[in-house]
């Protein structure tokens, strides 16, 4: 048995335009909750190239990343999934950005589990904490707003990502 410890690495969009943050409303275990478009980092792409696609996949927004906001550790337990049974102790790495925010597609749909998009302003989202699916959401958006910013070459992804090479 592997006891090593391995977090689930996820990536998340902090998109402001006008004073308001897109947001997506999702099913969870824990109840419909808030969050950033965010998601799992897929094997074979690079934390932007994540956040772009799971940005289109909840929102059906084009999102360019332009700059990393933060890197995010945090840790819950989640309560077992029957009773009796042990609770889920989850650690999340999160790479966040902020950036461009492409076209809508009017025709796609939003992936499973997203009930819909919504556009709030700062104090909107800090009077709905108890209704965020993670402390991240606010602690990323407040790094935002406070001009937090870093150049994307922070974070590099080697070209083995992409396309493992056999050993020679």
């Known amino acids: 048995m592997d006891n090593r410890w391995k977090p689930s690495v996820t990536v998340a969009a902090v998109i402001e335009n006008n004073g308001r943050f897109l947001l997506v409303e999702e099913h969870t275990p824990e109840g419909?909750?808030?969050?950033?478009?965010?998601?799992?980092?897929?094997?074979?792409?690079?934390?932007?190239?994540?956040?772009?696609?799971?940005?289109?996949?909840?929102?059906?927004?084009?999102?360019?990343?332009?700059?990393?906001?933060?890197?995010?550790?945090?840790?819950f337990q989640r309560p077992g999934p029957a009773p009796g049974e042990a609770a889920q102790d989850i650690t999340y790495l999160r790479f966040a950005f902020c950036g461009q925010l492409g076209a809508l597609d009017t025709q796609r749909t939003l992936d499973t589990g997203i009930v819909r998009t919504l556009w709030l302003a700062a104090d909107e989202i800090r009077a709905q904490e108890s209704r965020l699916r993670s402390p991240l959401v606010l602690q990323c958006m407040e790094d935002y707003l406070s001009g937090q910013r870093f150049d994307l070459g922070l974070v590099h992804t080697h070209p083995s990502v992409r396309a493992l090479q056999p050993p020679t």
Request: hydrophobic share 35%.
């Open 32 to 75: 419909l909750r808030l969050n950033n478009p965010a998601g799992h980092l897929d094997p074979g792409e690079s934390p932007e190239q994540a956040c772009a696609r799971e940005t289109l996949e909840e929102t059906a927004y084009q999102f360019t990343p332009q700059a990393l906001v933060g890197v995010y550790l945090a840790r």
